[in-house]
């Protein structure tokens, strides 16, 4: 059983973890030190601003900085008291709506209060208790907040040194983690890349290149995004949050654990998102891979389409794929405007009801008012709270996307491939051998049936019949694009099932009846870049073939510019190329894919000059079309339905009056008609 796609998505992150541990570490000093400010506050409110407000110890001299003088007496608070300081007599400071009166003996500091006159009354739950106070000017109660100046810019500057630490450490957790999301990506990029190498040919040909390439780009990008955004805003949320809850419980453990209910309820949240956001994920993924396969297409047969009048039905088929994608993309719409910022600011709302509710009973009991500094701290907190909270529920789309993008992409990764073993082997001389080989495509409709031929080195081979007849499928099979479901292939007496296909196929050239040029140089696509073949030998080659001719009038000659699949050269001078480049890496088996079919009788005497500088002093087997470009091969197989029902040089397969003689004659009759 696979595990997972979230389970592989974590190991990939695990091969960076001691990055992505640092930048943990730095997010939880960040976090720790941001929410400290709620804290700070609190102190700074209930010790400082409010903290005028209470019991102060009558001392017999100005000693420090806490120390007040009033009508002559010096005063300082009772929290404040050192063992030196010798104490008299107790006052106490209230504060009665906007105005403070200064009490002699201790009054307690809870309670409804009023004042008539210079008589205060505090109501408490036991008692009512009355006293007679001093009012005091702006002027008297002024040295009584003077002391708390320094401790509050103190803690206020404390806080923004904090904040700018917090900044630092933020800074180093965004570029770690985001590199570390980039460097994920790219190694996943890598091994996909990698799979597809490995994967056998067969898959290829009923997969649309688009839906590829989608799996490669589209789908490892929206996982990068997966990473930047759990890395950096789903983890982040998770530990601020953390730090919140941690900070709650100092405050009041009854409230945190009440608030902790916001968990399960984000976790339901979540699983219902994924239930629906998967199932139009997968329809919108799918279809964005069609589309690309779509357009590819499409731009691949741009000259078909415009010469058989084909756009408008083109335009039909594109406009169905990008309905499906609109009308799932707007489902998706839907479910994250129903469980996104509105929900959460719902759920806020309910939560500052409850946060009230709890205040205001607590404040009817006995002993129950709470601080002003603690009512900030608690609503500060509460308000942090959400903006994870938010954060999470926003990305919900982009997390869901992403996995299953995942899923597409490890479905791809998946797929059974071989190890590519390039481990040299001695060359091989050339000689093959079929031995009563049949291989089917599907396994069942066999296309070639109990073969056997040899073919020795140095020889050149030809193979002729009509399509269907298994030409091409004899060459998939020596290449190792195929395996054959019975019987061996064999070269120089070595089983190629013994070798790895590219141990096999490094001895081996190909040129195709259409060759494929790739972006670069004339240069590059004979070299490949393979740093065994020089640019000397490259130009050689190159010569050698009687390529020269074309390229010396070219504004760059050897080093001008390809595009992609050679467009800007004509099929004759594109074929050199491919002969030019088999020629450089000098292989002792060449095969010809129906090299000639193409080209035209003009160029076709330049091109069978070349293929016999190519073939001198190799094994060569041709799939053949023109007859006339085989008679001088020493054996000619004719193959029919999978089986080879003749075979010789051109005279005595003239002289059987068979099949090969009929197509001969065919070909030569055709070719009269057309002098």
């Not at 741009?302 to 707007?330: C, D, G, H, W």
């Not at 009991?365 to 500094?373: A, C, D, F, R, Y």
Request: net charge neutral.
């Amino acid at each position: 059983m696979k595990p997972s796609t979230e389970k592989r998505l974590l190991r990939y992150a695990l091969d960076f973890k001691k990055s992505i541990i640092i930048g943990l570490i730095c997010l939880v000093i960040a976090v720790a030190l941001e929410l400290a400010g709620p804290l700070i506050a609190k102190k700074v409110i209930d010790d400082h601003i409010l903290g005028v407000e209470g019991n102060w110890q009558m001392v017999e001299q100005n000693d420090d900085k806490y120390t007040v003088s009033y009508q002559g007496n010096y005063y300082k608070r009772a929290d404040r008291l050192t063992e030196a300081d010798q104490t008299g007599e107790l006052a106490t400071i209230v504060q009665v709506e906007k105005d403070y009166y200064f009490v002699k003996g201790d009054v307690p500091l809870t309670g409804k209060r009023s004042v008539e006159g210079n008589t205060i009354s505090i109501t408490t739950a036991e008692e009512t208790v009355t006293a007679h106070g001093e009012k005091l000017s702006l002027a008297d109660i002024y040295p009584f907040f003077k002391p708390e100046r320094g401790p509050i810019l103190f803690l206020l500057g404390l806080y923004m040194a904090l904040l700018l630490i917090a900044a630092f450490f933020q800074f180093f957790k965004t570029f770690l983690l985001q590199k570390v999301s980039n460097q994920i990506v790219k190694k996943m990029r890598n091994d996909i890349f990698a799979h597809t190498q490995r994967i056998p040919i067969n898959y290829y040909v009923d997969q649309p290149a688009g839906k590829i390439v989608a799996r490669i780009t589209n789908d490892t990008e929206a996982i990068r995004d997966l990473y930047e955004r759990v890395l950096s805003i789903v983890v982040t949320s998770i530990i601020y949050m953390a730090g919140i809850f941690a900070a709650l419980f100092i405050l009041d453990v009854k409230l945190a654990a009440i608030s902790l209910l916001l968990i399960p309820l984000i976790y339901g949240w979540m699983k219902v998102y994924k239930h629906f956001g998967t199932k139009y994920n997968k329809v919108i993924r799918q279809t964005v891979s069609e589309i690309n396969g779509n357009i590819n297409e499409a731009i691949q047969g741009m000259p078909i389409i415009q010469a058989f009048s084909r756009e408008k039905k083109t335009k039909e088929e594109f406009e169905v794929l990008n309905e499906r994608n609109f009308t799932y993309q707007r489902k998706l719409v839907k479910l994250s405007a129903l469980t996104s910022y509105n929900l959460v600011t719902v759920i806020r709302n309910l939560a500052f009801v409850g946060f009230i509710w709890y205040f205001g009973f607590i404040s009817f009991e006995p002993g129950g008012i709470i601080s002003v500094g603690l009512l900030y701290a608690f609503v500060d907190y509460l308000n942090r709270l959400f903006e994870p909270v938010t954060d999470i529920v926003n990305q919900l789309p982009l997390i869901e996307q992403a996995r299953v993008a995942g899923g597409r992409v490890f479905e791809l990764i998946d797929r059974d491939g071989e190890e590519v073993v390039n481990d040299k082997i001695e060359k091989y001389r050339g000689n093959i051998r079929f031995d009563h080989v049949s291989f089917a495509y599907n396994d069942e409709d066999y296309v070639i049936k109990d073969m056997s031929f040899e073919v020795k080195a140095g020889q050149t081979a030809a193979f002729v019949g009509h399509t269907g007849s298994g030409k091409s499928s004899i060459m998939n099979l020596l290449f190792r694009f195929y395996d054959p479901q019975k019987g061996s292939i064999m070269i120089d007496g070595q089983k190629t099932k013994e070798w790895s296909r590219q141990q096999v196929r490094s001895y081996m050239g190909i040129v195709l009846q259409d060759p494929f040029l790739f972006s670069g140089t004339i240069i590059s696509n004979v070299t490949m870049n393979d740093p065994r073949i020089t640019r000397e030998m490259a130009i050689q080659s190159l010569k050698a073939v009687g390529a020269d001719r074309f390229i010396e009038k070219l504004p760059h000659k050897y080093d001008e510019k390809v595009t992609e699949g050679g467009s800007t050269f004509s099929l004759g001078e594109r074929q050199l190329l491919s002969f030019a480049r088999a020629l450089a890496f000098d292989p002792a088996i060449l095969i010809l894919d129906e090299a000639t079919a193409n080209i035209d009788t003009e160029t076709e005497s330049i091109i069978q000059k070349a293929l016999d500088v190519l073939k001198k002093g190799r094994t060569t087997l041709v799939i053949a079309h023109r007859l006339s470009t085989i008679q001088q091969a020493d054996t000619i197989f004719v193959l029919e339905h999978g089986k080879i029902i003749e075979k010789g040089n051109h005279e005595a397969l003239i002289s059987e009056k068979g099949l090969y003689h009929q197509m001969y004659q065919m070909q030569q009759g055709k070719a009269r008609e057309a002098v």
